[in-house]
Nanobody, 123 residues
């Protein structure tokens, strides 16, 4: 069973940085895609960044150049480095996984989710 546990959220001022981590257990890294999603109050969950089993990354337009998704060498931790944070980045952030290929824009494509970690950016 795939288990995902996020950490690293917190409160920062606009322009600051945070690095989110997601411990990933029970998956076959050569088969699975991983992603970060976020959900703000009253809004739908949206994909932020995705990495496939070959390490190819994809980003949502509003975070390009500011966020970076990566994995540890052992492929047991997923990261999201977030720089130049903006108030509109405030949301609950979730890591997600499923066997590739997946529709990176559709939360329903991912069957495994973490519990989320809150990111709050103040102006």
């Amino acid at each position: 069973e795939v288990k995902l546990v996020e950490s690293g959220g917190g409160s920062v001022q606009a322009g600051g940085s945070l690095r989110l981590s997601c411990s990933v257990k029970g998956y076959t890294y050569s088969l699975y895609c991983l992603a970060w999603f976020r959900q703000a109050p009253g809004k739908e969950r949206e994909g932020v960044a995705h990495i496939d089993s070959d390490g190819v990354t994809t980003y949502e337009d509003s975070v390009k150049g500011r966020f970076a998704i990566s994995q540890s060498d052992a492929r047991d931790t997923l990261y999201l480095q977030m720089n130049n944070l903006k108030p509109e980045d405030t949301a609950m952030y979730y890591c997600a996984s499923d066997i590739c290929p997946v529709d990176i824009t559709a939360p329903s494509s991912y069957g495994y989710w973490g519990q989320g970690t809150q990111v709050t950016v103040s102006s």
